[in-house]
């Protein structure tokens, strides 16, 4: 069974900090990896989708890596600002390739970003 | 247009209520999905449908019956709800047989059971 864990579940940083939010994942026949952006009683905003062959993925000031023979995906945020408080989820995706599939989420990592 | 529209986006409904969630999407996305979310818990998948069929369901309670009207639509039917079914409904949709595109959410309807 897939498990996804996210390190840390909570972080606050000062604003400037470059931070790291890690995910991790027990089975690695994954087709892809995806990374959310979640806001307090909001929908789920993508900010990076990770192939399973692939090594990273860069937007903006985001950078997200995927080691999958590990099991592990970090989130790199450069510069962080106050804008950038929210709840970040990872998913895997696995599943019959022809019927969608599943999306299995870790618990999250809720980042303040202060002042 | 890039987005998954759902609507109503907050519900007050009685226990003894019936209900409707809609979502729809205009990407061309053949699969869609409802997810439920709790406060503080990431998403849990409840259904989903692949050009139109329901592919998937997560051993649902019966009172909520889902459908898929057509390729852009997915409604979510509720009926004699449970007070623990509060909950933020996340509807998604993605490509099929293309796994380089993600999944796309609607910004999720909040339902509230009184």
């Known amino acids: 069974k897939q498990e996804v864990t996210q390190i840390p579940a909570a972080l606050s940083v000062p604003e400037g900090e470059n931070l790291v939010l890690n995910c991790s994942f027990t089975d690695s026949a994954i087709y892809n990896l995806q990374w959310f952006r979640q806001d307090p009683g909001k929908g789920l905003t993508s900010l990076l989708l990770?192939?399973?062959?692939?090594r990273e993925q860069t937007s903006g000031r985001l950078n997200a890596s995927l080691d999958k023979s590990s099991g592990r995906s970090t989130l790199y945020i450069a510069a962080s600002q106050p804008g950038d408080s929210a709840t970040y989820l990872c998913a895997v995706r696995r599943g019959i390739y022809n019927q969608g599939g599943k999306l299995i989420f870790g618990q999250g990592t809720e980042l303040s970003v202060k002042p | 247009d890039t987005e998954v529209t759902q609507t109503p986006k907050h519900l007050v409904m009685g226990m003894t209520n019936k209900k409707s969630l809609k979502c729809e999407q205009h990407m061309g996305h053949r699969a869609m999905y409802w997810y439920k979310q709790k406060a503080k818990k990431p998403p849990e998948l409840m259904f989903v449908?692949?050009?139109?069929?329901?592919?998937i369901n997560e051993s649902v309670p019966s009172r909520f019956s889902p459908e898929c009207p057509n390729s852009s639509l997915l409604n979510l039917h509720l009926h004699a709800l449970q007070p623990e079914d509060s909950a933020l409904y996340l509807c998604?949709?993605?490509?099929?047989?293309?796994?380089?595109?993600?999944?796309?959410f609607g910004s999720g309807t909040r339902l509230t059971v009184v």
């Open positions: 998604a949709s993605s490509q099929l047989g293309q796994i380089s595109y993600g999944y796309t």
């Open positions: 449908y692949s050009y139109e069929k329901l592919s």
């Open positions: 990770i192939q399973s062959s692939q």
